[in-house]
């Protein structure tokens, strides 16, 4: 995949539970109405737009990093478990953001890596979104703002306020973007 930079947003993201699924769908509305945005499930994300301006790439912590087959497999576990009140997203069998940048190794010009983790300090958690930020540079991708974690409590649900800070960065990332900002 090869892509200039020009105009369209695509966010592609991995979900289990929908949290990073409703994260991805907050900054896509923060990107605002001057955006052309593309909301992509990995599972769907064979190839990108051709007039991409920026790759944005969101996934939930699993490990520490990116999931793998066998977290995933425990996913599905923490979801038979009636106490922690999560549903599997549709495409909760499908592989994940790790094997996507593997297999398709988006060459694009800029990008910005976000994830979800739980609400403690980041040496405890990890961080996706760092793992996905660290192979977009290897590829060769510039990126356009710091990689973003957004907070889920210990049962892997949102905290309060997250949503609208996904917004408010989807508002700076426009920002970012504006042709008054390109560098
Ligand atoms: C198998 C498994 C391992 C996890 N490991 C971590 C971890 O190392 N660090 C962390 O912050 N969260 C961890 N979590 C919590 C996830 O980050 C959380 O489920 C996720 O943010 C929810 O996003 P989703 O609804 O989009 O899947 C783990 C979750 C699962 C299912």
């Not at 900054?27 to 109405?33: D, F, K, Q, V, W």
């Amino acid at each position: 995949m090869n892509h200039e930079p020009t105009g369209t947003v695509a966010i592609v993201y991995e979900s289990m539970f929908g949290s990073t699924r409703r994260i991805g769908e907050a900054i896509a509305e923060g990107l605002g109405a001057g955006q052309q945005v593309t909301l992509i499930p990995v599972r769907d994300a064979h190839s990108l737009p051709d007039d991409l301006s920026v790759l944005i790439v969101g996934a939930p912590t699993h490990a520490h990093g990116l999931s793998r087959p066998e977290s995933r497999v425990d996913a599905v576990k923490w979801a038979a478990n009636e106490q922690m009140d999560l549903e599997l997203e549709p495409e909760f069998d499908a592989p994940g953001i790790r094997e996507w940048l593997k297999q398709y190794e988006p060459q694009v010009a800029r990008h910005v890596a976000f994830d979800t983790r739980v609400d403690m300090p980041r040496i405890f958690t990890g961080s996706a979104a760092a793992a996905i930020d660290r192979r977009m540079s290897k590829l060769g991708s510039r990126r356009l703002a710091e990689p973003m974690s957004f907070l889920v409590d210990r049962n892997s649900h949102l905290e309060a306020g997250e949503i609208d800070r996904a917004k408010r960065w989807g508002a700076e990332l426009a920002a970012a973007l504006a042709p008054t900002a390109a560098h």
